[in-house]
């Protein structure tokens, strides 16, 4: 016989095992290892852990405060609304005010990917003015614990979004007005138009536009009725 344990071979009369010693009829009484089963995922934790970065709430709401985050709300909801409904051929974004707040973003984006690369330097630009909201975004929940402040960021970074499709529309074209207040036929400075022409996509200027504005519009969406969560929330916690 063989030991079922070390395998050593040996007289089949043995009670136990010449080699390792184990008795041959207890190793036959030992129950079959249990199966490893997989830790089941606690649900109930992953909800709280949402909760707290994402829907944490004052105990007690200054009744100000919420009445300023009201306002807020109203004016990116009728100001989002427009956004999305206004096609983006019409330019709507890059004649907003808000395009001059983005703009300095974009061009220290340039600045910041320079190292990286041509490339990366003309991409910086759309690239920085996208950051700076997520970086926002990123402190409003993680330092300062205020989730209404990140609604608000991620409404800027899908603003951002929108404000970089008409430009990527243009790659072809052409004819907006730069920084430098001459159109990209006059300059070699149209970022879009250098960019996809480098990857090979410039027929697919209009697409890749579209792409972007869509982006926006789901982001944008998603801050208003993350807004909206919160602003319900804090209503039944207001200290009146």
Same mark, same amino acid.
């Given at each position: 016989?063989?030991?079922?344990?070390?395998?050593?071979?040996?007289?089949?009369?043995?009670?136990?095992?010449?080699?390792?010693?184990?008795?041959?009829?207890?190793?036959?009484?030992?129950?079959?290892?249990?199966?490893?089963?997989?830790?089941?995922?606690?649900?109930?934790?992953?909800?709280?852990?949402?909760?707290?970065?994402?829907?944490?709430?004052?105990?007690?709401?200054?009744?100000?405060?919420?009445?300023?985050?009201?306002?807020?709300?109203?004016?990116?909801?009728?100001?989002?609304?427009?956004?999305?409904?206004?096609?983006?051929?019409?330019?709507?974004?890059?004649?907003?005010?808000?395009?001059?707040?983005?703009?300095?973003?974009?061009?220290?984006?340039?600045?910041?990917?320079?190292?990286?690369?041509?490339?990366?330097?003309?991409?910086?630009?759309?690239?920085?003015?996208?950051? !700076?909201? /997520? *970086?926002? %975004? =990123?402190? @409003?929940?993680? #330092?300062?614990? &205020?989730?209404?402040?990140?609604?608000?960021? +991620?409404?800027?970074?899908?603003?951002?979004?929108?404000?970089?499709?008409?430009?990527?529309?243009?790659?072809?074209? !052409?004819? /907006? *007005?730069? %920084? =430098?207040? @001459?159109?990209? #036929?006059?300059? &070699?400075?149209?970022?879009?138009?250098?960019? +996809?022409?480098?990857?090979?996509?410039?027929?697919?200027?209009?697409?890749?536009?579209?792409?972007?504005?869509?982006?926006?519009?789901?982001?944008? %969406?998603?801050?208003?009725?993350?807004?909206?969560?919160?602003?319900?929330?804090?209503?039944?916690? +207001?200290?009146?």
């Amino acid at each position: 016989m063989h030991c079922p344990k070390c395998g050593w071979e040996q007289d089949d009369g043995n009670a136990d095992c010449v080699r390792c010693g184990i008795i041959f009829a207890k190793m036959h009484r030992l129950p079959p290892p249990a199966a490893v089963l997989p830790t089941p995922v606690d649900e109930s934790s992953r909800a709280r852990l949402a909760k707290d970065w994402f829907l944490i709430t004052e105990e007690s709401v200054n009744p100000f405060y919420f009445a300023g985050r009201v306002l807020m709300f109203a004016l990116l909801a009728w100001w989002g609304w427009r956004l999305i409904a206004i096609p983006l051929e019409t330019n709507y974004t890059g004649e907003s005010f808000l395009h001059l707040i983005n703009l300095p973003f974009h061009e220290a984006g340039h600045l910041l990917f320079m190292p990286f690369g041509r490339f990366m330097m003309i991409l910086g630009g759309s690239l920085g003015q996208i950051l !700076m909201p /997520l *970086i926002c %975004l =990123g402190t @409003f929940l993680v #330092k300062t614990r &205020d989730p209404f402040g990140g609604s608000v960021a +991620l409404w800027w970074t899908a603003e951002n979004f929108m404000d970089v499709a008409p430009y990527i529309n243009d790659a072809r074209a !052409m004819d /907006l *007005i730069l %920084l =430098g207040g @001459f159109t990209g #036929k006059e300059v &070699d400075a149209h970022d879009w138009n250098n960019l +996809l022409t480098m990857l090979g996509w410039l027929q697919y200027d209009h697409r890749l536009a579209h792409l972007s504005y869509g982006i926006g519009t789901v982001l944008m %969406l998603s801050s208003l009725l993350w807004g909206a969560v919160l602003l319900r929330r804090q209503y039944r916690r +207001l200290d009146w």
